[in-house]
């Protein structure tokens, strides 16, 4: 395939650039471009050097009441089981409670469903 063919012009300067297309920067201009790149860096470095932020894991707050959040203490199974021998005892123990009781101990009730009886 001739240049031709491509439309080139066949006076074109072979891909050179001439004097007239070229700029030359002057020295403040230079500088000046120095400057702005380095800004750019630190910019890009301040946001590229951030660590990741981790997941919170927990935190503490204050109810409506004005007073700090406590935990929970955990029980062990000898203490349930202690409280509730010791309710089971009580003829006033309402019949909904006894039957938890029950169903705890049967293993289709969980803590939480008699969490109300330990306190």
Known sequence: MAMSEFGVDQKANGGQV?????S???KSEVDAIKVELEKMTKIVNLFVGQPIR?????FNYVDKNGEASVETQKITP?????KLSQLTRDPDLKKSDRDLVNRYYEGTANVDAIAHLLK
């Open 18 to 22: 001439s004097s007239a297309a070229k």
């Open 24 to 26: 030359e920067f002057s």
């Open 54 to 58: 981790k997941a919170v894991t927990g």
């Open 78 to 82: 000898t203490q349930i089981t202690a």
